[in-house]
């Protein structure tokens, strides 16, 4: 109908401007030689959001999620996975959650994220939240990322990566955390195999 799409709309331009209030809070924070390459992460980070979602959070969290993934994203070895599970306290990692957060750096191929979600459904995990843009990286001899790219650019060291970011059920207990992190590596060597 068309308040319907009245609503979406105004949802739409609202996480619009939540967005341009990560990227102004980024610039206030971080120096100048890493804004550019830290704007283009992101808006790529965002870009598949569903707009309701950026919406119910506060512009400080996203931009702190946003920037504790790229810190977790900066260096990785190709072909290898990088998983963490935690619960963030601002103190500790500069945002927020009330919820459990699981975040993963992966080669981009099919059935990441259905993968991950069925495992994390699998032990009755409620999902809150997913972000998972796939973004072109190019990354230096040493796997620090050097160049955040469009899709479809064809430069030497550059490859799709899947940037995951789900939210769940808070879980505090240590044994529970572990046992998470290694049924998402399980699933994902299982991915990569098939």
Known sequence: TELEGAMSYKKKAHSNEIIE???AMMKRQVGESQQAILEKFIRKYYSNTAAEDLVDSEAVNLYGAALAHWNFA???KAGSSRIRIYNPQ???HGWQSTHTVVEIIHDDMPFLVDSVRMTLNARSLTTHL????VINIRRDSKGKIAD??????DVKGSQDEAIIH???D???EKAVLDAITSDVKSVLNE???A
Not at 130 to 133: A, K, N
Not at 148 to 153: F, S, Y
């Open 21 to 23: 209030q990560v990227v």
């Open 170 to 172: 808070r879980q505090t």
């Open 90 to 92: 601002f103190e500790e």
């Open 130 to 133: 997913v972000i998972h843009p």
């Open 191 to 193: 991915v990569s195999l």
């Open 74 to 76: 900066h260096s990785r």
């Open 148 to 153: 955040i790219l469009e899709h479809g650019d």
């Open 166 to 168: 789900v939210e769940v």
